[in-house]
């Protein structure tokens, strides 16, 4: 069972928009939530995070928000920039597993258009 | 700067041949993990370790084995290399704890295509 889903497999956007990515999960024990980008032929590197003590997390032009009652989270990019375009993974952890493992979704292949 | 490295980018093998893929971190980390990264699959875990020695399974095992004999390697083995086991490697390592809430470093990875 797909415990964290990301729905689409791609986006679109253009250059100096949002890009909006989402992510869904169904484990309640899940506390701590990732994103990480991808580039082709380089290993995943880490974006942002947030706690659930949280509903929103902010780093620059990336912002992170957490519903927890409906168990979604989402990634803004504000601007969009063409190096943004990458594979977005969203993962997730739980303490009882001391947040050591992660619990990764599909992934989304983001493409921000010049 | 942290630094974690993969012994072959690409490797070509034939099936029944038995594969090792060695990963090296440079960190000091306790935790260290094998994912294989699949087309509308993402990342699924294969094994991890918190410890020398230690190992446990991740979400696909089956036909993997792993090996971790000192702290800074953690080798990957597929006993006898199947077509289903072609895909891309990815290797990645961590602190142990609450603390460190997750956060991986990864590899470059390994593209693996069994014949």
């Known amino acids: 069972d797909q415990q964290v889903k990301q729905n689409s497999p791609s986006l679109s956007v253009q250059e100096g928009r949002i890009s909006i990515l989402n992510c869904d999960y169904t484990n309640s024990m899940f506390d701590y939530f990732l994103w990480y980008k991808k580039y082709p032929a380089e290993g995943p590197t880490f974006l942002i995070s947030?706690?659930?003590?949280?509903d929103k997390n902010e780093d620059g032009r990336f912002t992170v928000f957490l519903n927890k009652s409906a168990k979604h989270l989402s990634l803004h990019i504000v601007p969009s920039q063409p190096g943004d375009s990458a594979v977005y993974f969203c993962?997730?952890?739980?303490?009882?597993?001391?947040?050591?493992?992660?619990?990764f979704g599909e992934g989304t292949q983001l493409t921000v258009n010049p | 700067d942290v630094k974690v490295t993969q012994s072959s980018r690409y490797l070509v093998k034939r099936t029944g041949e038995k594969v090792f893929l060695e990963c090296v971190q440079d960190?000091?980390?306790?935790?260290m993990f094998w994912y294989r990264q699949d087309p509308g699959l993402g990342l699924r875990l294969i094994y991890f370790?918190?410890?020398?020695?230690?190992?446990e399974k991740g979400d696909i095992p089956e036909g993997y084995s792993v090996s971790r004999e000192k702290k800074e390697r953690f080798s990957l083995i597929l006993e006898s290399a199947s077509t289903n086991q072609t895909s891309m490697y990815l290797c990645?390592?961590?602190?142990?704890?609450?603390?460190?809430?997750?956060?991986?470093?990864f590899g470059p990875g390994t593209r693996l295509l069994v014949l």
């Open positions: 947030i706690s659930s003590i949280k």
């Open positions: 990645a390592s961590s602190l142990w704890g609450l603390a460190a809430r997750g956060t991986q470093y």
């Open positions: 370790s918190y410890d020398v020695k230690m190992k």
């Open positions: 960190m000091d980390h306790e935790n």
């Open positions: 993962a997730a952890s739980a303490r009882e597993t001391s947040g050591s493992r992660l619990t």
